[in-house]
């Protein structure tokens, strides 16, 4: 009996030095330990994830994130401009392990402003990609107000619905269902993204989070919003 080979999965937590808006971002003190912290344990703390990775070019970043146990890859400086793309940094890391003579099947992406994403989350994503055959996957959670009732200008400067000419007038359940990016998961085959520099795939299927685990740190309430969710989960244990 042929024995099946179970997939690998390669994590890479891209997390670049500069940051405008918050300065050192990713190494902020958020609930008691840094941004990336949250991060790299959920990596490290998943039963499916074969490997992870930090990218940065920055030295203080790199040393933090391998004082929470994570291997780490030195990022060029041209990789880590502010106009700088994030999939030409996965394939950098990509190239650098298959030039090494390593291959995984899957690449997880895994971004530190996404703190509230455990180590449950990233196995149940991955699952889920295996269970229905998909080529990528992207975490995602269902907005308060739906996107096919926002507005749009057209090009005489009125606004109409944003999918026709007709003002938006259904109500919302009767409306498709509609997602948004949490920034949290990307799962994609590593021989399609190869190929199309793309981490959105023709089978590409949702991954559904709670608004409260699709916290994105973007600024300093964003922070204190993790926090405080931190604070009120760690009350109730």
Known sequence: MVQMTKPTFLAIIPARGGSKGLPHKNIINAAGKPLIAWTIEAALNSRLITRAIVTSDDAEILKTAERYGAETMQRPQELALDTTATEPV?????????????????????????????????????????????????????????????????????????????PPSKRRQDLPKAYMPNGAIYIVNILEFKKHNFLLTDNCIPFVMPVDKSIDIDTAQDLLHFSNLINARNEKT
């Open 90 to 166: 996965l394939l950098h890391v990509i190239d650098l392990i298959e030039a090494a003579g390593k291959k995984y099947n899957y690449l997880v992406l895994l971004q530190p402003t996404s703190p509230a994403r455990n180590a449950l989350d990233v196995d149940c994503a991955v699952q889920m990609l295996l269970d229905k055959h998909a080529s990528s996957l992207i975490s995602v959670y269902e907005p308060d107000h739906s996107p096919f009732n926002a507005l749009r200008l057209n090009e005489k400067g009125s606004l109409v619905g944003i999918i026709d000419d007709k």
